[in-house]
């Protein structure tokens, strides 16, 4: 009898990238829980970047575009230019959970808050 090569059975392994789309999907889920009317057929989708020329110093964390019913969020510049106080795992994801909020007040016209006030703390 032979054994597997690789040994025992390993977890998969999860990297940045996967966490962020988990994270966003999430999220996304939950305000749809909340806002279902308003958030039906609503796409949301991740970019690794903006593919618009951009002003100088301006580098968005996402694009909303309540007519086409579709919200993107910018993957690197979310991930690289957040300014976390504590550089751990939950930081990380309550950043991306932020910009999730905050991208759909914006489509929403309203304010973050005002989404979920017991889950969004920026």
């Not at 279902?36 to 575009?65: H, K, M, Q, Y």
């Not at 690197?76 to 309550?94: A, G, K, N, W, Y």
């Amino acid at each position: 009898m032979r054994s597997p090569v690789t040994g025992p059975h390993l977890p998969v392994i999860h990297g940045r990238t996967e966490r962020f789309f988990t994270t966003v999907a999430q999220t996304a889920q939950y305000l749809r829980s909340l806002w279902s009317t308003e958030l039906t057929d609503v796409s949301f989708e991740v970019a690794a970047n903006p593919s618009a020329p951009l002003p100088p110093g301006e580098i968005p964390r996402w694009s909303v575009n309540v007519s086409q019913k579709r919200i993107v969020l910018f993957r690197v510049p979310i991930q690289r230019l957040s300014r976390l106080h504590v550089d751990d795992e939950i930081h990380r994801q309550m950043a991306i959970e932020e910009c999730v909020f905050r991208a759909v007040a914006e489509f929403l016209g309203r304010r973050p808050e005002e989404l979920g006030p017991e889950r969004f703390h920026p």
